[in-house]
């Protein structure tokens, strides 16, 4: 049986399946398990503050994956959906502060969509601590690397997502 | 360094919580000090000399001992360094292992009068025993 | 599907160290689209440019993603060496490895998959990169200036003599700025006026050159090249195009009590004013606080004795509307506020004063007439003493600054021997922590002060100021290289202020969406390679808004910044960025929301007939002009038919990056 | 508004300071401020514990600041020890977790006690509470023409980031409380200088040589008398015998003396 034929058995679906659903992902495979996050960085503030960041080399885990994006705003909620139906275990949202808009108003649009769109996952299963909206300037590349720790500690203590997740997009 | 001293300088930084690292040796502290004639080890060689790791010398300076905790060092400290902790911190390093007091408790009565308040007796036991 | 090459960067050990490259190169390899993967020590070296612009002709590459630093740092350089092989720039795509892989993870095991990852993530999304063709904009051939010190007045004369028209816009009633407060300039002691006023009256004359004096921005809109700004011209009360600056005015003016700021508050003014005598324009301005007529409605002395009519009580601000190509902050600083350091006594003693209160009493034009005495009872002082670093290098951040403030050391050495000569009975001793000369001559002059003129330096901070009966100032403080006390009967005592950028420039910064650092300094565009631009396009910086300098420094960067204004102000057309936004009119419903969300106005409808599935319609449609358009994207998301898109960032590609780096 | 306070009076002032215990519980009481000790207080131990791995030490001004948390009240100290002590601790319970569980663990409240009691100093609560123009307005016996230096020592200001009593290094509370009492302060710039502190029972020449120049400094710029908060400042400046010296009272005797409540009721 080839490496596909077997992930996508049905005993080997249902078996995930029923992990997912019991919640059990946590617990089983902890040994192994490394959290998958997304870190959303708007160019101008939170992604040149990732920048610093290294150039401090400031340290933070590398489950992190920054995706760049022009404005904090760019971010379709559809692309945080996405993200947890591919198996995130936690999306970050990082841009310049209220008020520090490279495109003076962006963040307030996140602002707002972000606290509804969390409401919202977090009535649907995904906890509130697995999403996360922070403003993080270029300068601040000390403050990023102590968020993005943060962040990845706090998701290691939620442990593996199950919900929302399509398991038939595990790998 | 011996290794003994590198733990008692782990104990000092730990008891005062200060990054020594951070002095500029811009002397503020000694300037500040009220009692920098009563001192053989001047407050602003405290984060050096912790750094080095000369922790005997420090504990067997007049300095621990002479310090009026009167936090002048640690307002006006441009860098953080808040030198009056270090000494201080060096002074329980000291008391710990000594176990005993600078003064002795029989040393005490024929130095107080009538006057003496309750609260400078008790700053001396506070911080000159364990 | 496109044929990508990815060039893995080992930027020396940068990301080598802690990146095996040759694997992330040897991964790419297997990845969808990718025909060529390779790694190189430099990328960003001439070999490195063209390993890539010949592989791009070698395999007929469509694609190409550069695993190195931030894009941050080299994008726009290997989007032009894409260009100079014949691929469209826009086919680039960087993978940051550095920054945010290798500077940050500290062992290979983990650095190398992070880096692997990245660069799929990288090859997923340039594998929906399509062309993009930049477009074109207009450029005003005119400069604003903000600030008109030294700095600001240096640069526009650059400018100005290029050709094109400048404007500077300057807070107070007088250009001149901080140099014209100073007396001498070191290290070459000449009189700061003697070759500050000429430069002045330049600018005054200078037919390329306008002058909007007691003057301040009060928005900005646009984009490089084409800059609307609004200048609030503040009512005078003095018409500027009819006073003759006889100054009959000043002379004649009863209320006389008022701060004189340019003298530091050492002296008063009257209520109708010039900074200075040499002030550009020679015009005086009133002090409504202060003017009899505002405060009670009587008076009117300095209208009655105006033979030409200048005063005007009614005189309203105005709003001018200008538009510009580019613009130059050139804001400048203060000093800080010594009020917190009350261990100095400057809250107790006049004797006690800044630097800067010293330079005003040295100046023959000051409020001692240039003679260096005491403000309390006008004594000539015996023994001075200088303290340094007052509230520089402080990371208490309730009363100091973190940052060197640069100047101190060399002008305390010139005040030191600028008394010595004048004074040479007067003791001088100076309180530093350490003495920073770097610079031509610059140690050479410190070490004059001290050997030839005998200035006294001790190591050391003073702990305390003291005020004596005898009127003189006890300065207590340690000498740290002898472990002695030092305890000085000083008569005067100065203290060597930090250095801040001019607090106006926080409310700049946001009308002009510039990035500014925890100390209130302009961040550039690169600290090293873009010194004099802003991150925001067409945006320069000239002097101390940027950081600490001297005056020979900000007129070397003055000149800078002009030479790049020039360089924009020379071209007839801009290239603009084309990642911007887009709509599909299949798509579009004509319901405005992307309208209402776009901060620049970029978005129109147009009724446009469309054919959809073979029907033929007629839409209300949105369109999206090009030239005004920044690309934020707020549009594509607040759009609910999904009909807008950003190019370069469009929703594909985002969700391949999403899904790419989520798989592995 | 209600003006009741949890009142934490400090060891010395049952005993060597009664005057300052005495006059300050009077002179609230004629203001309006009802004072409540605190049940069974223990003294908080006259320096504060600078060793962060030390709460053994810390437990007492614990014990007291949750007290006036049970009771709802803000917590007044008027001996400058105190207050700098109960401060310090305050901000440990409130800003260092590892101080804070282990004082928790060790004292069983029924719920942890995590810094929610505002410590005041007497002097705060007449400058906000009472107001000084209510002072002045009450004030029938006023100070006027007395000189008066007002002397801060080192407890009640520094370190000023956990205090925040005042400006460290230009302090004015108390000038400002003395020009309601009617008096002329006088300002001097060794006003917040330390006396010699605790180290006046190993080393009184020492001491008396910094109080000397305390006194110096204050005679020069024109006080005919000191002004204190501080049991010890208040011993330290009381003993010395040099040239310079001036009377020295404390501020809440100043304040009965305004307010018209005869002096000598107070035992002494």
Same mark, same amino acid.
């Given at each position: 049986?080839?490496?596909?034929?077997?992930?996508?058995?049905?005993?080997?679906?249902?078996?995930?399946?029923?992990?997912?659903?019991?919640?059990?992902?946590?617990?089983?495979?902890?040994?192994?398990?490394?959290?998958?996050?997304?870190?959303?960085?708007?160019?101008?503030?939170?992604?040149?503050?990732?920048?610093?960041?290294?150039?401090?080399?400031?340290?933070?885990?590398?489950?992190?994956?920054?995706?760049?994006?022009?404005?904090?705003?760019?971010?379709?909620?559809?692309?945080?959906?996405?993200?947890?139906?591919?198996?995130?275990?936690?999306?970050?949202?990082?841009?310049?502060?209220?008020?520090?808009?490279?495109?003076?108003?962006?963040?307030?649009?996140?602002?707002?969509?972000?606290?509804?769109?969390?409401?919202?996952?977090?009535?649907?299963?995904?906890?509130?601590?697995?999403?996360?909206?922070?403003?993080?300037?270029?300068?601040?590349?000390?403050?990023?690397?102590?968020?993005?720790?943060?962040?990845?500690?706090?998701?290691?203590?939620?442990?593996?997502?199950?919900?929302?997740?399509?398991?038939?997009?595990?790998? | 360094?011996?290794?003994?001293?590198?733990?008692?300088?782990?104990?000092?930084?730990?008891?005062?919580?200060?990054?020594?690292?951070?002095?500029?040796?811009?002397?503020?502290?000694?300037?500040?000090?009220?009692?920098?004639?009563?001192?053989?080890?001047?407050?602003?060689?405290?984060?050096?000399?912790?750094?080095?790791?000369?922790?005997?010398?420090?504990?067997?300076?007049?300095?621990?001992?002479?310090?009026?905790? @009167?936090?002048?060092?640690?307002?006006?400290?441009?860098?953080?360094?808040?030198?009056?902790?270090?000494?201080?911190?060096?002074?329980?390093?000291?008391?710990?292992?000594?176990?005993?007091?600078?003064?002795?408790?029989?040393?005490?009565?024929?130095?107080?009068?009538?006057?003496?308040?309750?609260?400078?007796?008790?700053?001396?036991?506070?911080?000159?025993?364990? | 599907?496109?044929?990508?090459?990815?060039?893995?960067?080992?930027?020396?050990?940068?990301?080598?160290?802690?990146?095996?490259?040759?694997?992330?190169?040897?991964?790419?390899?297997?990845?969808?689209?990718?025909?060529?993967?390779?790694?190189?020590?430099?990328?960003?070296?001439?070999?490195?440019?063209?390993?890539?612009?010949?592989?791009?002709?070698?395999?007929?590459?469509?694609?190409?993603?550069?695993?190195?630093?931030?894009?941050?740092?080299?994008?726009?350089?290997?989007?032009?060496?894409?260009?100079?092989?014949?691929?469209?720039?826009?086919?680039?795509?960087?993978?940051?490895?550095?920054?945010?892989?290798?500077?940050?993870?500290?062992?290979?095991?983990?650095?190398?998959?992070?880096?692997?990852?990245?660069?799929?993530?990288?090859?997923?999304?340039?594998?929906?990169?399509?062309?993009?063709?930049?477009?074109?904009?207009?450029?005003?051939?005119?400069?604003?200036?903000?600030?008109?010190?030294?700095?600001?007045?240096?640069?526009?004369?650059?400018?100005?003599?290029?050709?094109?028209?400048?404007?500077?816009?300057?807070?107070?009633?007088?250009?001149?700025?901080?140099?014209?407060?100073?007396?001498?300039?070191?290290?070459?002691?000449?009189?700061?006026?003697?070759?500050?006023?000429?430069?002045?009256?330049?600018?005054?004359?200078?037919?390329?050159?306008?002058?909007?004096?007691?003057?301040?921005?009060?928005?900005?809109?646009?984009?490089?090249?084409?800059?609307?700004?609004?200048?609030?011209?503040?009512?005078?009360?003095?018409?500027?195009?009819?006073?003759?600056?006889?100054?009959?005015?000043?002379?004649?003016?009863?209320?006389?009590?008022?701060?004189?700021?340019?003298?530091?508050?050492?002296?008063?003014?009257?209520?109708?004013?010039?900074?200075?005598?040499?002030?550009?324009?020679?015009?005086?301005?009133?002090?409504?606080?202060?003017?009899?007529?505002?405060?009670?409605?009587?008076?009117?002395?300095?209208?009655?004795?105006?033979?030409?009519?200048?005063?005007?009580?009614?005189?309203?601000?105005?709003?001018?509307?200008?538009?510009?190509?580019?613009?130059?902050?050139?804001?400048?600083?203060?000093?800080?506020?010594?009020?917190?350091?009350?261990?100095?006594?400057?809250?107790?003693?006049?004797?006690?004063?800044?630097?800067?209160?010293?330079?005003?009493?040295?100046?023959?034009?000051?409020?001692?007439?240039?003679?260096?005495?005491?403000?309390?009872?006008?004594?000539?002082?015996?023994?001075?003493?200088?303290?340094?670093?007052?509230?520089?290098?402080?990371?208490?951040?309730?009363?100091?600054?973190?940052?060197?403030?640069?100047?101190?050391?060399?002008?305390?050495?010139?005040?030191?021997?600028?008394?010595?000569?004048?004074?040479?009975?007067?003791?001088?001793?100076?309180?530093?922590?350490?003495?920073?000369?770097?610079?031509?001559?610059?140690?050479?002059?410190?070490?004059?002060?001290?050997?030839?003129?005998?200035?006294?330096?001790?190591?050391?901070?003073?702990?305390?100021?003291?005020?004596?009966?005898?009127?003189?100032?006890?300065?207590?403080?340690?000498?740290?290289?002898?472990?002695?006390?030092?305890?000085?009967?000083?008569?005067?005592?100065?203290?060597?202020?930090?250095?801040?950028?001019?607090?106006?420039?926080?409310?700049?910064?946001?009308?002009?969406?510039?990035?500014?650092?925890?100390?209130?300094?302009?961040?550039?565009?690169?600290?090293?390679?873009?010194?004099?631009?802003?991150?925001?396009?067409?945006?320069?910086?000239?002097?101390?808004?940027?950081?600490?300098?001297?005056?020979?420094?900000?007129?070397?960067?003055?000149?800078?910044?002009?030479?790049?204004?020039?360089?924009?102000?020379?071209?007839?057309?801009?290239?603009?960025?084309?990642?911007?936004?887009?709509?599909?009119?299949?798509?579009?419903?004509?319901?405005?929301?992307?309208?209402?969300?776009?901060?620049?106005?970029?978005?129109?409808?147009?009724?446009?007939?469309?054919?959809?599935?073979?029907?033929?319609?007629?839409?209300?449609?949105?369109?999206?002009?090009?030239?005004?358009?920044?690309?934020?994207?707020?549009?594509?998301?607040?759009?609910?038919?999904?009909?807008?898109?950003?190019?370069?960032?469009?929703?594909?590609?985002?969700?391949?990056?999403?899904?790419?780096?989520?798989?592995? | 508004?209600?003006?009741?306070?949890?009142?934490?009076?400090?060891?010395?002032?049952?005993?060597?300071?009664?005057?300052?215990?005495?006059?300050?519980?009077?002179?609230?009481?004629?203001?309006?401020?009802?004072?409540?000790?605190?049940?069974?207080?223990?003294?908080?131990?006259?320096?504060?514990?600078?060793?962060?791995?030390?709460?053994?030490?810390?437990?007492?001004?614990?014990?007291?600041?949750?007290?006036?948390?049970?009771?709802?009240?803000?917590?007044?100290?008027? @001996?400058?020890? @105190?207050?700098?002590?109960?401060?310090?601790?305050?901000?440990?319970?409130?800003?260092?977790?590892?101080?804070?569980?282990?004082?928790?663990?060790?004292?069983?409240?029924?719920?942890?006690?995590?810094?929610?009691?505002?410590?005041?100093?007497?002097?705060?609560?007449?400058?906000?509470?009472?107001?000084?123009?209510?002072?002045?307005?009450?004030?029938?016996?006023?100070?006027?023409?007395?000189?008066?230096?007002?002397?801060?020592?080192?407890?009640?200001?520094?370190?000023?980031?956990?205090?925040?009593?005042?400006?460290?290094?230009?302090?004015?509370?108390?000038?400002?409380?003395?020009?309601?009492?009617?008096?002329?302060?006088?300002?001097?710039?060794?006003?917040?200088?330390?006396?010699?502190?605790?180290?006046?029972?190993?080393?009184?020449?020492?001491?008396?040589?910094?109080?000397?120049?305390?006194?110096?400094?204050?005679?020069?710029?024109?006080?005919?008398?000191?002004?204190?908060?501080?049991?010890?400042?208040?011993?330290?400046?009381?003993?010395?015998?040099?040239?310079?010296?001036?009377?020295?009272?404390?501020?809440?005797?100043?304040?009965?003396?305004?307010?018209?409540?005869?002096?000598?009721?107070?035992?002494?």
């Amino acid at each position: 049986m080839s490496v596909t034929e077997k992930m996508t058995s049905p005993e080997a679906v249902l078996e995930r399946e029923n992990l997912a659903y019991l919640g059990d992902a946590k617990g089983k495979s902890e040994g192994e398990w490394t959290p998958k996050i997304v870190a959303f960085c708007c160019n101008w503030c939170s992604y040149a503050g990732a920048d610093l960041a290294g150039n401090n080399r400031a340290s933070y885990p590398a489950e992190i994956k920054i995706i760049r994006v022009p404005c904090s705003g760019r971010v379709n909620p559809l692309f945080i959906l996405r993200a947890f139906q591919k198996g995130a275990d936690g999306v970050i949202l990082c841009g310049c502060h209220p008020g520090d808009c490279h495109y003076m108003t962006g963040n307030y649009y996140t602002r707002r969509r972000m606290a509804l769109l969390f409401s919202m996952l977090d009535y649907l299963g995904v906890e509130k601590g697995r999403t996360r909206v922070e403003w993080v300037s270029a300068s601040e590349g000390a403050k990023f690397a102590a968020t993005m720790n943060e962040f990845a500690e706090k998701i290691r203590s939620l442990g593996r997502n199950v919900r929302l997740e399509d398991i038939r997009c595990r790998n | 360094m011996t290794i003994e001293e590198a733990n008692i300088r782990e104990e000092v930084l730990l008891i005062c919580g200060c990054d020594v690292t951070r002095c500029m040796k811009c002397g503020k502290c000694s300037a500040s000090c009220p009692a920098y004639d009563e001192f053989d080890i001047k407050p602003h060689q405290f984060a050096s000399y912790i750094a080095r790791g000369d922790m005997y010398e420090l504990m067997q300076s007049k300095t621990i001992w002479n310090c009026l905790g @009167c936090f002048a060092c640690v307002e006006r400290c441009p860098r953080d360094v808040r030198p009056g902790k270090l000494i201080d911190g060096v002074r329980q390093a000291a008391v710990r292992r000594r176990g005993g007091t600078h003064l002795q408790p029989e040393d005490i009565p024929s130095r107080i009068d009538p006057d003496t308040p309750q609260q400078l007796l008790m700053s001396v036991l506070r911080r000159e025993r364990k | 599907m496109q044929r990508i090459g990815v060039f893995v960067c080992h930027c020396g050990s940068n990301i080598a160290a802690t990146v095996d490259v040759a694997a992330v190169a040897e991964a790419a390899k297997s990845q969808p689209g990718v025909v060529f993967a390779t790694d190189y020590t430099y990328m960003c070296s001439e070999n490195g440019q063209n390993l890539i612009a010949d592989s791009i002709k070698e395999y007929g590459l469509t694609a190409v993603v550069v695993c190195s630093c931030s894009p941050r740092m080299h994008e726009a350089t290997f989007r032009k060496v894409a260009d100079k092989a014949g691929l469209n720039p826009y086919m680039v795509e960087i993978a940051n490895i550095r920054e945010q892989c290798s500077w940050v993870h500290k062992d290979t095991e983990i650095g190398t998959p992070k880096a692997i990852s990245l660069m799929k993530t990288a090859v997923a999304k340039v594998n929906l990169n399509t062309p993009l063709q930049e477009g074109e904009s207009k450029v005003t051939k005119r400069a604003l200036i903000i600030g008109g010190g030294i700095a600001g007045i240096q640069t526009a004369l650059d400018i100005a003599d290029a050709g094109y028209k400048v404007d500077i816009v300057e807070k107070t009633p007088s250009i001149g700025g901080r140099m014209s407060q100073l007396d001498k300039t070191f290290p070459t002691l000449d009189c700061s006026s003697c070759i500050l006023t000429p430069k002045m009256t330049e600018v005054a004359q200078h037919e390329n050159i306008t002058l909007y004096t007691y003057s301040e921005v009060e928005s900005v809109s646009g984009y490089v090249g084409d800059f609307t700004v609004e200048i609030r011209r503040k009512a005078r009360y003095v018409h500027e195009d009819i006073c003759t600056g006889c100054g009959l005015c000043m002379t004649k003016c009863p209320s006389k009590k008022a701060k004189n700021e340019f003298n530091r508050g050492l002296n008063t003014r009257t209520a109708i004013y010039t900074p200075f005598a040499q002030a550009i324009p020679n015009v005086p301005v009133i002090d409504t606080e202060a003017c009899i007529h505002f405060r009670t409605g009587k008076c009117g002395i300095c209208a009655k004795n105006c033979a030409v009519q200048a005063i005007d009580y009614e005189q309203k601000d105005e709003i001018i509307t200008e538009k510009y190509g580019a613009i130059v902050v050139a804001t400048g600083f203060d000093l800080i506020d010594l009020k917190p350091f009350g261990e100095y006594a400057y809250n107790l003693s006049p004797d006690v004063v800044s630097s800067l209160e010293l330079e005003r009493i040295l100046n023959a034009a000051g409020p001692t007439s240039g003679h260096l005495q005491r403000m309390s009872d006008h004594r000539q002082p015996k023994e001075m003493v200088f303290i340094q670093c007052v509230g520089s290098r402080c990371e208490d951040d309730r009363r100091g600054k973190p940052y060197c403030s640069k100047i101190c050391c060399m002008y305390t050495a010139k005040q030191a021997m600028l008394i010595k000569d004048h004074y040479p009975d007067v003791n001088i001793h100076v309180f530093y922590i350490d003495v920073r000369t770097p610079g031509k001559a610059f140690d050479e002059f410190y070490r004059r002060a001290v050997e030839d003129y005998g200035v006294d330096y001790i190591k050391g901070q003073v702990g305390k100021v003291t005020p004596q009966a005898d009127g003189t100032l006890l300065v207590h403080g340690v000498d740290m290289l002898d472990q002695k006390v030092v305890e000085i009967n000083a008569d005067m005592v100065v203290l060597a202020a930090a250095v801040e950028p001019n607090p106006d420039i926080r409310k700049l910064a946001t009308m002009l969406t510039l990035s500014i650092d925890n100390n209130n300094f302009l961040n550039e565009a690169h600290p090293k390679l873009r010194p004099v631009e802003a991150a925001t396009a067409g945006v320069f910086m000239s002097g101390v808004v940027q950081g600490p300098r001297d005056i020979p420094e900000t007129v070397a960067q003055a000149g800078a910044a002009a030479i790049k204004v020039v360089g924009l102000l020379a071209k007839d057309k801009l290239k603009t960025n084309p990642c911007v936004a887009q709509s599909d009119e299949l798509y579009c419903n004509g319901c405005s929301v992307c309208q209402n969300v776009c901060p620049y106005g970029a978005i129109s409808y147009t009724e446009k007939e469309v054919r959809d599935h073979g029907v033929r319609d007629t839409r209300r449609i949105a369109q999206v002009n090009p030239a005004l358009c920044k690309g934020c994207g707020a549009c594509s998301v607040a759009c609910p038919s999904g009909a807008m898109n950003l190019k370069g960032f469009s929703n594909r590609q985002i969700m391949a990056e999403v899904d790419t780096v989520l798989c592995q | 508004m209600d003006l009741t306070y949890s009142y934490f009076p400090g060891c010395t002032l049952k005993t060597k300071a009664k005057d300052l215990d005495i006059y300050t519980r009077e002179t609230a009481a004629a203001l309006g401020v009802t004072l409540v000790e605190i049940d069974n207080w223990q003294c908080c131990g006259g320096v504060y514990p600078l060793g962060s791995d030390e709460v053994g030490n810390k437990l007492a001004s614990v014990r007291a600041l949750n007290d006036a948390k049970e009771h709802g009240r803000d917590l007044v100290t008027v @001996c400058s020890g @105190c207050f700098h002590v109960l401060k310090c601790v305050n901000d440990d319970m409130k800003n260092v977790p590892d101080i804070r569980d282990r004082a928790n663990r060790y004292s069983q409240f029924d719920e942890p006690y995590q810094g929610e009691t505002k410590v005041l100093h007497y002097l705060e609560l007449l400058r906000d509470a009472v107001g000084f123009d209510t002072i002045r307005k009450k004030a029938e016996h006023p100070l006027t023409g007395h000189r008066i230096g007002a002397y801060y020592g080192c407890l009640l200001l520094r370190p000023s980031g956990i205090l925040e009593f005042d400006d460290p290094e230009d302090p004015s509370v108390i000038e400002d409380f003395l020009e309601a009492v009617g008096a002329t302060p006088v300002k001097y710039q060794m006003r917040n200088e330390c006396c010699g502190g605790y180290r006046s029972l190993e080393e009184p020449e020492f001491t008396n040589r910094l109080v000397g120049k305390i006194f110096a400094d204050a005679k020069t710029s024109g006080c005919e008398e000191l002004v204190t908060a501080c049991p010890l400042c208040f011993y330290n400046l009381q003993k010395y015998n040099g040239p310079d010296k001036l009377p020295v009272r404390y501020i809440s005797e100043v304040l009965a003396q305004a307010l018209g409540i005869e002096a000598g009721k107070g035992v002494r």
